[in-house]
């Protein structure tokens, strides 16, 4: 998919950050959008944003974790343009806590959004990206989705839930001989506003926590992200890492193995918030 004009692109989670930078970018490309959120004010901006730019827009209020309103979505969007050649599997939320600190409904709710809107979002659209003979399936993991990080696991385990359902993907629909090319990506730090939505387990501070990935960890704008993923679709590549962080660490793995483990817990030590006696609980949104 190396020419975007008149091409219809799909991009979950784009109310902000990577995922409107996504569409803003396509559409400059010739591209018809799709775009959905679960957040009205950011959706509708984005829509605007996009409006101004003379592009071709379908606009919804989309929970990805509610598999018969993406189904309806999915004949929605390919009713109202005739054809979908590209979805990006882009919207996700995120949690810190232990594991012996984090609830049962924080791990449902993380996988819901993260993992199973993935799977959800792909399964609703596949038919009409097989029909439309040049399709494309990009599914968002993460750089936590090649390493773990302790404090993370409801989010590891979804991005690595994310990059093995997408390798798989990838795999099926070069057997079947499908005209659909599949990339997962694994953005690094991107300075989007997902530490600040974030829910914390009690005895964590949300405000703490987001503000040390902001200003340590949050290296790639989401407009430079979005860029090297559509250069990753462009030269359909199977798998795209997002910024030098993601690049550095996805080498620490490959070299060191489960050694990393060791690494990393040495350096969670002196950089992540260590849990308070005295419980705070988050009040963020979900996205």
């Known amino acids: 998919m190396k020419d975007f004009r008149g091409k219809v692109a799909v991009v979950t989670g784009a109310g902000s950050g990577m995922g409107r930078d996504l569409a803003l970018q396509l559409a400059g490309k010739g591209a018809k959008v799709a775009i959905s ?9 984005t829509e605007r944003m996009l409006k101004e730019r003379g592009a071709e827009v379908h606009s919804q209020l989309l929970n990805v974790a509610e598999r018969e309103a993406v189904l309806t979505y999915a004949d929605d969007v390919a009713q109202h343009f005739g054809k979908v050649n590209l979805v990006i599997n882009n919207a996700g939320i995120a949690h810190h806590g232990e594991v012996e600190l984090t609830e049962f409904k924080q791990y449902e709710r993380v996988m819901d959004v ?4 993935v799977v959800n979002g792909t399964k609703a659209f596949l038919p009409y990206l097989i029909a439309s003979g040049d399709g494309h399936v990009v599914n968002t993991s993460s750089l936590f989705g090649i390493l773990a990080m302790p404090g993370q696991s409801a989010y590891n385990a979804a991005k690595f839930a994310v990059r093995g ?3 798989s993907l990838y795999q099926e629909m070069r ?9 997962c990506v694994h953005p690094g730090g991107i300075k989007t506003a997902i ?3 974030a829910t914390v387990s009690e005895g964590h501070d949300q405000k703490n926590t987001a503000e040390l990935f902001d200003k340590k960890l949050a290296h790639t704008t989401s407009a430079r992200a979005a860029e090297i993923i559509i250069k990753a679709i462009e030269r359909n590549r199977p798998r795209v890492l ?9 080498l620490l793995v490959r070299a060191g193995g489960s050694m990393y483990e060791i690494v990393n817990s040495k350096l969670a030590v002196r950089l992540l918030p260590k849990a308070d006696p005295s419980p705070v609980t988050s009040t963020s949104p979900l996205l």
Do not use: C, M, Q, S
């Open 37 to 45: 959120d679960v957040n009205p004010a950011g959706l509708e901006e």
């Open 114 to 117: 993260d993992y199973w809107g």
């Open 165 to 167: 359902f997408t390798e």
């Open 175 to 183: 057997i079947a001989e499908h005209p659909v090319n599949v990339t």
């Open 195 to 197: 530490a600040r939505n």
């Open 242 to 250: 997002v910024g030098a962080d993601a690049k550095v660490l996805d």
